[in-house]
Structures are given as C-alpha cells and as structure tokens.
C-alpha cells in the first residue's frame, strides 16, 4: 500500500501525519514508521469525522504503536493541516474523548502558529488511572517512596501526567526521572496504563518541563505534558494564572491557564511545522517497508531562527 505522509513538528516533538480512512492497524504503522526513522515520535492520523461539529478526526500512536487519547503538539499541526485543507481560521477536531477547539493565529515571522485547546482535566487518580494508597487525587504532594522534597501532581488532559516540581539540577542528565518514568511505565502497582512523567523547573520568565513520555521516552516536547505543567506551576504559584511560557529542549510555547467556576480552561499555542513530504511503501504483512521518496517543504530554517530567538529569552532555571 503506497502512502502520502507529511513530516510535521510541535516544538520539534515530530510526527508522520496521514490523512485516510480509519484503520486498525495505525500503531503497526505508527511502530514501523518510527523504526525507519528514530527521530520521530509517532503517528497523526487524520480521518473523517462522525461528529456534525467537528471538521476532522484526529487519532495519535505512540512510537511504540499504543494509542493515546491526545496529543498537543500533534493537535497543533492536525489544526494547521484541517484549516489550510479547509480554507479555515478556526476548526473543530474530534479526539478520543473530546472535540477540541483548534484556531490559527498569527504567524511569528514565517512559522506557522496555531492554538489548541486541551481538555477535558481531571485531577481524579480514577482517571489516568493511578492507584496509591486508595487517594482519590494528589496534587503537590510528595510520594515519599521516591522523595520527600519533590511535590508531584497527577492529573489527566486528558492523557495521563505525573509532574514533579524539581531543582534546575535534577534537569540535567535525566537519570533520576528516567528511573521513574520506565518504572512507572512498565509492570507496577501504581499506573496500571503507564503515564507521561515531566520535571518542572521555575525559569526566569515562566517554566521549563522536560518530559519522559509514555510509549516513546525523552522527547523534544509534550506538548499535553506542558499544559499540564503549566497549570501545575499556577497551583504551585510558581507562575500567575494567565499566559505562561514554557520552555523546553524543543523550543518554547505559551500555555494559557484560566481558573473557572467549573474548573480549568487549558490552551496550547506554539508552531506547527511542515518538515518534508513521503512517499511510503508499506508492506502491511510484513516489515520490509520502505520510503520511496522524500521532499524538503523547507520551514525547518526559520523555525530554528525562532528557537535561537526564545531560548535565549530567560528560558534559563533559576
Ligand atoms: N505519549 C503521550 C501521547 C503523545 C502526547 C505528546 N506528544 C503531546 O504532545 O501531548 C501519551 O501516551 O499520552
């Protein structure tokens, strides 16, 4: 079967995006892409939606071929390619358990800007799910087993996410987060699903989140994982509810924060970024698969021009 596939980042966390029909068999692809090609983190799939209300469907698999139930950096780029498909400024995406508002927004010089919604949040440990001593939440609160100065928060975007909030010095490496992260996301007694494990640091101006992600590992970026961290250093009043950077090795987005009546409004916005075209052969039977061709779209330049712009805007602990 011969495939059209897009090379396509959020903050340099890099997806193949398809669009087609739904299939079963998208995280043997997604597995067999991401073999091929180690830089990527997984696959976009872009279907018709059964929803009156929304313009697309978006599915996202792991490089490990399991199925998350969002992506926000992949949500990004999903936005950019269903409006410029479309002809739209803003558009409606059906996810696995929301349909999510998604808007384009003015470009930072050449890169391509789009804004998303992540939702729906749930800090209930029965929604990750996560079992601890029978707790129905945990919000900043250390879990002793692993320390007893870290305060971690789990919440659900709903992907599921372990945050802890940590000194610049446990950003550097990532052995201990990585300890964690692996355990947790292999057989354990607390996250029956695994989940995405991010260490927040206060930055000079706003938060710096490196993330181990279930079903992939490190990545550049998470992009749910930063929301969530985002939301996690307003209750931590590291940063003011409202717009807060956060920065991350891929680069930098703005998470917007509102504290409501009936909870939290979460939004992402950062790039989304067209890397190169595909041809792939994809033998479904087996894994003698092989690109065909490939085409640069060229964005990747000035994308990288806008990295060496905000990293340098104090993206730095302190
Ligand atoms: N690894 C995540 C899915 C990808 C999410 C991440 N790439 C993002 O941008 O939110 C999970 O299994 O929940």
Same mark, same amino acid.
């Given at each position: 079967m011969e495939l059209k596939l897009m090379k396509v980042h959020g903050s340099m966390n890099t997806f193949y995006l398809y669009e087609g029909a739904d299939r079963s068999d998208y995280g043997v692809l997604a597995e067999e892409l991401c073999r091929l090609d180690p830089e990527v983190d997984g696959l976009l799939a872009v279907l018709p939606s059964s929803s009156s209300s929304a313009n697309a469907r978006m599915?996202?698999?792991?490089?490990?071929?399991?199925?998350?139930?969002?992506?926000?950096?992949?949500?990004?780029?999903?936005?950019?390619?269903?409006?410029?498909?479309?002809?739209?400024? +803003?558009?409606?995406?059906?996810?696995?358990?929301? +349909?999510?508002?998604?808007?384009?927004?003015?470009?930072?010089?050449?890169?391509?800007?789009?804004?998303?919604?992540i939702s729906p949040v749930s800090f209930k440990l029965a929604d990750l799910p996560m079992a601890y001593e029978g707790n129905e939440e945990w919000i900043l609160k250390p879990l002793p087993f692993i320390s007893e100065t870290i305060l971690f928060t789990a919440v659900a975007v709903p992907n599921p996410h372990l945050i802890g909030i940590v000194p610049a010095e446990l950003q550097k490496g990532g052995a201990h987060q990585q300890?964690?992260?692996?355990?947790? +996301?292999?057989?354990?007694?607390?996250?029956?699903?695994?989940?995405?494990?991010?260490?927040?640091?206060?930055?000079?101006?706003?938060?710096?989140?490196?993330?181990?992600?279930?079903?992939?590992?490190?990545?550049?970026?998470?992009?749910?994982?930063?929301?969530?961290?985002?939301?996690?250093?307003?209750?931590?009043?590291?940063?003011?509810?409202?717009?807060?950077?956060v920065f991350n090795p891929g680069g930098m987005v703005k998470c917007s924060v509102i504290k409501g009546d009936s909870g939290y409004s979460l939004q992402l916005a950062g790039n989304a970024t067209y890397l190169s075209n595909h041809l792939f052969l994809w033998q479904e039977s087996g894994t003698n698969s092989e690109f065909i061709s490939s085409e640069l779209l060229g964005e990747q330049r000035d994308y990288e021009d806008f990295i060496l712009k905000t990293s340098t805007i104090s993206g730095q602990f302190v």
């Open positions: 599915r996202v698999f792991n490089k490990d071929g399991s199925e998350a139930s969002m992506c926000g950096n992949g949500l990004r780029c999903v936005a950019r390619y269903v409006c410029e498909r479309d002809g739209l400024e +803003n558009a409606v995406i059906e996810t696995m358990k929301a +349909n999510l508002k998604v808007e384009k927004q003015a470009s930072d010089g050449s890169i391509a800007m789009y804004a998303v919604e300890k964690w992260a692996e355990f947790f +996301n292999g057989p354990n007694d607390y996250f029956s699903d695994g989940v995405n494990v991010s260490y927040v640091t206060k930055a000079e101006d706003g938060i710096f989140v490196k993330t181990f992600e279930r079903g992939v590992g490190f990545t550049n970026a998470c992009g749910t994982a930063m929301t969530a961290s985002a939301l996690v250093g307003c209750l931590a009043g590291l940063v003011p509810y409202g717009d807060v950077s």
